[in-house]
């Protein structure tokens, strides 16, 4: 059900946009999360969106997570990347806010993200 794209290699500091494309009453009833995965890490949160926008600390004023209704995206605008931010991204959503991915219910196949130094 979950459909997420724009994953690249850059350089650090530079920016990438993901899209996330859902079901319409997917993004307007609960909530749609980004995690992402690092090799031999465990799968964490990054942002979400529902009733407001939440972020992990490392990401937090470098990362935005807005929602396009008319083409039902959740969009991750990541600027001043870095190379602890190179993973596998993943948009998930759920019924409620949650740091957890055990909390989700659906989930995109990931993109990948890679930030070389």
């Known amino acids: 059900q979950l459909q997420a794209s724009g994953g690249g290699l850059v350089q650090t500091g530079d920016s990438l946009r993901l899209s996330c494309r859902a079901p319409s009453n997917t993004i307007t009833r609960g909530t749609t999360a980004w995690f992402r995965q690092a090799p031999g890490k465990e799968r964490e949160f990054v942002a979400a969106?529902?009733?407001?926008?939440y972020y992990a600390e490392s990401v937090k004023d470098r990362f935005t997570i807005s929602t396009d209704n008319a083409k039902n995206t959740v969009d991750l605008q990541m600027n001043s990347l870095k190379p602890e931010d190179t993973a596998v991204y993943y948009c998930?959503?759920?019924?409620?806010?949650?740091?957890?991915?055990?909390?989700?219910?659906?989930w995109g196949q990931g993109t990948q993200v890679t930030v070389s130094s």
């Open positions: 969106t529902g009733r407001g926008s």
């Open positions: 998930a959503a759920g019924e409620g806010l949650s740091w957890s991915p055990w909390e989700y219910d659906y």
